[in-house]
């Protein structure tokens, strides 16, 4: 009798587990405070709940909403994209509502890749994006950032082009280092893409979350970039709303029209009650999105500081959920051994770098932490590294 295959198609077989997993199930194992996942612990706005709630009530999208969205919100994203940053997007064409941003990333590259082409994308890199890739047939090629100052480079961009590049995936503010890619750095990316005719997929997740006096600027603002840019959002981190996924891609007409292809059969329609939801959140007053990153930097600062305090070196973030260290000093050369160790011997979770790249050393000594958590959560973990490190 031959052998029954394993039940899953080969060019998935790189994607069976995510480290979340295995980093979640040790947490639990160990009763450690995790600093693994990146999901706010507390929730979004209450004003925002109850116009979910008032929306079910009311059969507001209890059933199927329309196809690319509800046109409230669409409405919403076009508005949100005109008063943040001054983008003209037609709400009926040009904005498209999808499964959390996620779904938005599998569908711009189901519709805009080939089997065979090549993505190019920074490293680290947030780790659905390989998978999407590879659901697509094309390869994925990693530019690392710099190492250390995580700054991306245009010209190691450059030298990674082929004939088969056909997209730039990019991540600002980035996704695990913190980073927020400056004006500057962008335009000097902006002029590869265009050398090169090439599309841009830009996630913009954490646009609401940039700390101190740095701004974030959406690649589709810059010079000839709005015509072949592809911008992702996502309710779950703007709102604190993880588990609703809602998220949505904007562009021009003819890129939108076709991510909405793929979209249309992968979940067809979903959240509905959520959507209208999702629409006054994203008109919520100024007052929210200030207070929203500034707590977010206070938690920041209050575990950043922490970490130095206790001689833990740490690359502050100027954005997102996440910081860095560098374990070399505590004695790790080796970014997984840290994490696999750090639960036992401190009662905390961190996720390594090397799972977002695909060249090991590349990411080797450094590890994630996500410190968008209550700062009784920070404190605890504080104290538990300071008795194991201290
Ligand atoms: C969380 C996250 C996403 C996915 O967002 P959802 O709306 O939950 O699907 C996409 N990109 C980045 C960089 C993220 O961190």
Not at 200 to 210: I, K, M, T
Not at 223 to 249: C, D, F, H, N, Y
Request: overall charge negative; glycine content about 8%; proline content about 7%.
């Amino acid at each position: 009798m031959t052998r029954r295959q394993p039940p899953l198609v080969s060019r998935m077989r790189g994607h069976t587990a995510t480290v979340f997993g295995e980093m979640s199930a040790l947490a639990l194992a160990t009763g450690s405070v995790n600093l693994g996942q990146g999901f706010p612990d507390t929730d979004g706005p209450d004003i925002v709940k109850e116009a979910a709630i008032r929306a079910i009530r009311e059969g507001r999208g209890n059933q199927y909403p329309a196809a690319h969205g509800v046109p409230e919100l669409r409405a919403a994203i076009a508005a949100h994209q005109k008063r943040f940053y001054d983008l003209d997007i037609a709400p009926v064409t040009d904005v498209v509502v999808t499964t959390g941003a996620s779904e938005a990333i599998a569908a711009t590259l189901l519709a805009l890749v080939e089997d065979g082409d090549e993505v190019v994308m920074f490293s680290p890199w947030f780790d659905l994006y390989a998978a999407a890739i590879s659901l697509t047939g094309a390869n994925r090629v990693e530019v690392p950032l710099t190492p250390g100052s995580f700054r991306p480079d245009a010209g190691a961009l450059r030298a990674a082009i082929t004939p088969r590049t056909r997209l730039l995936l990019l991540n600002t503010p980035h996704n695990p280092t913190g980073s927020v890619f400056t004006r500057g750095e962008l335009l000097a990316i902006a002029e590869v893409v265009l050398e090169h005719d090439l599309w841009v997929l830009s996630d913009e997740a954490y646009e609401h979350l940039v700390f101190d006096s740095k701004q974030h600027t959406p690649f589709s603002t810059l010079p000839g970039m709005a015509e072949r840019t592809i911008t992702i959002g996502s309710a779950g981190k703007s709102l604190s709303m993880t588990g609703w996924k809602v998220g949505w891609a904007s562009g021009p007409t003819d890129l939108i029209a076709a991510v909405r292809v793929p979209r249309q059969h992968l979940s067809f329609v979903s959240g509905g009650p959520f959507q209208w939801a999702v629409s006054e959140g994203l008109a919520l007053p100024d007052d929210y999105w200030a207070e929203f990153s500034s707590g977010m930097q206070l938690r920041r600062d209050l575990f950043c500081n922490g970490l130095r305090d206790l001689g833990i070196p740490v690359i502050v973030p100027e954005g997102t959920y996440f910081a860095t260290s560098d374990v070399r000093s505590l004695g790790y050369d080796d970014g997984w051994q840290f994490c696999r160790d750090l639960p036992i011997r401190a009662g905390v979770v961190a996720i390594p770098h090397q799972v977002f790249h695909d060249n090991d050393d590349a990411g080797k000594p450094y590890v994630r932490w996500a410190f968008c958590k209550r700062p009784e959560v920070l404190n605890e973990a504080l104290e538990r590294l300071a008795r194991a490190f201290g």
